[in-house]
Each structure stands twice: as structure tokens, then as C-alpha cells.
């Protein structure tokens, strides 16, 4: 029931025009927001790897670092499609949120 009212309000909700340029600002945005949940949950992460001793703690940290350069290349790599174009900062912001929020997943243990 809930969806059917949430569906119908959406559709009753005038589309507004965007520019490109905030498109790309709500894309950035958006990233800003995932990253955030990143930061704390690999936070809350650390911490449980610490406490599990061993060698977790420094394993989770190289795994992170190897992670963030995969990250950051696979978005390049993505957005370069668009290189030189207004679309490019969107793309690559859009691939850095998606991942961004893959990985706050997996450091949670979500296996989705």
C-alpha cells in the first residue's frame, strides 16, 4: 500500500528541468554521501579487526588501499567515454558512488 501512495506521489511530482551542471553537482553529492558511509564503516571494521588481533587489522588496511586504486581506475576508465564532454564528471562521480557503496557492503559482510 505504502509504495502504491509513495508511486503515485512521484508521478503527481512535476519533472524538473536539469542542467548538466547539476547533474553533475548532485552526482558529486551523491559520492560525498557514500564515502562518508564508507569512512565509518571501515571504521567500525578496523576496529573489530584490531580486536580479532592477528593479522587483520593490517590485511583489512591492504586490502583497502588495493581496493581505493581499483576504485579509482575503474572510473576512470569508465568516465573516459566521455572525456572532454559535460557528461564525464557525472559518469565518474556515478561510478565512484556505486562502488563506493558495493564496498561499504562488503565491509559490513552483506554479501549483496
Known amino acids: 500500500m505504502r509504495l502504491a501512495l509513495l508511486s503515485l506521489a512521484l ?4 519533472v524538473a528541468a536539469q542542467t548538466q551542471q547539476s547533474l553533475n553537482t548532485q552526482a558529486a553529492v551523491d559520492h560525498r554521501r557514500a564515502d ?3 569512512n565509518a564503516q571501515y ?3 578496523m576496529a573489530q579487526a584490531r ?5 587483520s ?21 569508465s568516465a573516459a567515454q566521455y572525456e572532454g564532454g559535460s557528461m564525464q564528471p ?3 562521480s ?6 563506493t557503496r558495493l564496498r561499504t557492503r562488503e565491509l559490513k559482510g552483506d554479501p549483496r
Open 11 to 14: 508521478l503527481a511530482t512535476p
Open 36 to 38: 562518508a558511509l564508507l
Open 43 to 45: 571504521r567500525t571494521t
Open 51 to 55: 580486536r580479532a588481533g592477528g593479522r
Open 57 to 77: 587489522a593490517s590485511l583489512l588496511l591492504a586490502s583497502q588501499r588495493a581496493w581505493l586504486k581499483y576504485r579509482d581506475a575503474e572510473c576512470g576508465r
Open 90 to 92: 557525472m559518469q565518474h
Open 94 to 99: 556515478a561510478c565512484l558512488a556505486q562502488l
